[in-house]
């Protein structure tokens, strides 16, 4: 129970639904998003006259790349499609990637300036009776609403 009194329904029915703004490429449902994380550095400042005394301060942002995967499926072609397009020409786009629970958008990270590092299949074995699994990689700008993003439209009261 929440502080409210009210049930907050939990389930094990995640996918992640991964948008780019040119709708040619939107790049479909994933199973698995790892790298939504976000450090910051850390600065220290030191007083000259105050022997051992010192503040830290929260520094620059680093976010680290994203992986995404699923099962291989008609949306891979989507996705060699734009890999191609960003091959021939290396354009940062944004996007969106959407938590979604039984097809209802439960949280979203807005991806500002974001690319592909990496892709890959696994190896093709048909003995192994399981799914090809593909991974593609994306470096980004970073998703919270600072300097780097511009804030979310916010109804008024």
Known sequence: MNPLGLLTRVSMTHHFVVLIDNPTYDLGTWYRVSGLQVKWQR??????????QFWVLPGNTEYE???????????????????????????????????????IPVVHWRLN?????????????????????????????GFLYDESLPAPNVPKR
Request: hydrophobic content about 45%; some cysteine; overall charge negative.
């Open 43 to 52: 600065c220290e400042y030191r007083v000259g006259d105050r022997g051992n």
């Open 65 to 103: 790349r994203i992986k995404l995967s699923r099962a291989a499926c008609a949306d891979s072609q989507v996705v060699q499609a734009w890999l191609a397009s960003t091959s021939l020409n290396p354009v940062p786009h944004s996007g969106v990637i959407v938590l979604m629970d039984y097809g």
């Open 113 to 141: 300036e974001f690319f592909p590092v990496a892709w890959q299949i696994v190896d093709f074995d048909a003995d192994a009776a399981k799914p090809a699994i593909e991974t593609l990689e994306l470096a980004h700008t």
